[in-house]
């Protein structure tokens, strides 16, 4: 009997507890927020498509012209020359996210991402970026 009561206790609080799905739409609008991709992109006032250098300035804004200049020269030609339709943009860089990370990977990175130790990494990693691309100059 005491085990049917211990059986029907553990039924019982397995089957109140909610299994939340993660939905990767909504980690994926996270990270996008977290990353500042709405706000760099909406600094564009509406343009549809935009020179790649014109982007890059915006991420990139917070450096130093000569750190920002020395970055935006390092990047392909080819890469620099078409304009980059704002919206297909988004469209590829969640289609790529989302089929690359689970929606726990998306809410982790949202997660690490919207924390003060992440802004600084991201900080730092585009710092280290620019620094390769220097040297390699």
Same mark, same amino acid.
């Given at each position: 009997m005491g085990k049917l009561l211990l059986f029907l206790s553990i039924f019982l609080a397995c089957a109140c507890t909610s299994?939340?799905?993660i939905d990767s739409n909504v980690q994926? &609008?996270?990270?996008y927020a977290a990353l500042k991709m709405e706000e760099i992109l909406s600094s564009f006032e509406g343009e549809m498509n935009i020179s790649p250098?014109?982007?890059?300035?915006?991420?990139?804004?917070?450096l130093p012209e000569s750190q920002k200049r020395a970055f935006i020269e390092s990047?392909?030609?080819?890469?620099m020359a078409d304009p980059i339709n704002v919206n297909a943009a988004k469209i590829i860089f969640k289609s790529k996210l989302t089929s690359l990370l689970t929606a726990q990977e998306l809410k982790i990175a949202a997660d690490?991402?919207?924390s003060s130790i992440g802004? &600084?990494?991201h900080r730092a990693i585009i710092d280290?970026?620019?620094?390769?691309?220097?040297?390699?100059?």
């Open positions: 299994t939340h799905k994926f &609008k996270r990270l250098e014109k982007i890059l300035s915006g991420v990139l804004r917070d990047m392909p030609s080819k890469v690490f991402y919207s802004l &600084k990494a280290a970026e620019i620094a390769v691309s220097e040297s390699l100059n």
